[in-house]
């Protein structure tokens, strides 16, 4: 089963059994990071000076990606030449990726999905884990690369990138040391896996996602 960046970001962020999400703030960046990704390594959208481009709206079959395709397209054409930033998409996209990201999860059977209220007003949604296949494959790529030394392919070493920039190394390995880990995932962050245009799609999403915590940890610090 083919599942996107975003998917398998979502997938690791996921508590198995509880299906509660964690560090989700971060996640939400990556996922974003990841679908927009998605969309340059299928020759759909090119990201260049940190503006984007739709240089093809042809949909790629991916029910997930294609939804983002027509919102970015449509995004875009109300954008002046040259005024369409990949941050401010990044931006308005981290609001509902991982709301879609987890109902396409839930559409392929991977998670169930269970509903609650807090205080009995504010209805929540958690999704359990329901078919522990596509996550169990996941970890055993990511242990092959990031612990065993092999060479990555394009996606995988796209994923450590995006996990990596998101500081989201504790949801591939959660039972190590992230000084154990970190050093490898910097190494195939920094390496020669991909073309500039992805790498600027990762790139902006770190770079906004800096910006937005340090924003939050000054407004903190200044109520403080």
């Avoid at 759909?44 to 949909?59: E, K, N, W």
């Avoid at 390496?191 to 790498?199: I, K, M």
């Amino acid at each position: 089963m083919h599942v996107t960046l975003a998917e398998e970001l979502v997938l690791l962020s996921l508590d198995d059994r509880t299906g509660a999400p964690k560090e989700s703030v971060n996640t939400a960046w990556a996922a974003a990071g990841g679908l927009l990704a998605e969309l340059v390594l299928a020759g759909r959208v090119d990201v260049a000076d940190g503006r984007l481009a739709v240089v093809d709206r042809t949909p790629t079959g991916d029910s997930l990606l294609d939804g983002r395709l027509e919102r970015l397209d449509e995004w875009v054409g109300t954008k002046r030449p040259g005024k369409a930033k990949a941050a401010d998409w990044l931006t308005k996209d981290r609001s509902t990726v991982l709301r879609d990201t987890e109902l396409r999860l839930y559409e392929r059977g991977l998670v169930t999905e269970e509903r609650h209220r807090v205080l009995g007003i504010f209805p929540v949604r958690h999704y359990p884990e329901a078919d522990g296949s596509v996550e169990r494959a996941l970890r055993e790529r990511l242990t092959a690369v990031v612990l065993d030394g092999a060479e990555p392919e394009l996606r995988t070493a796209a994923l450590i990138a995006l996990l990596h920039s998101a500081k989201l190394h504790r949801l591939a390995f959660p039972d190590l040391p992230r000084k154990q880990v970190e050093p490898r995932f910097a190494e195939i962050a920094a390496g020669d896996w991909a073309g500039e245009s992805v790498r600027e799609a990762i790139k902006n999403m770190q770079l906004m996602m800096a910006a937005v915590i340090a924003a939050t940890t000054a407004a903190t610090a200044a109520t403080a």
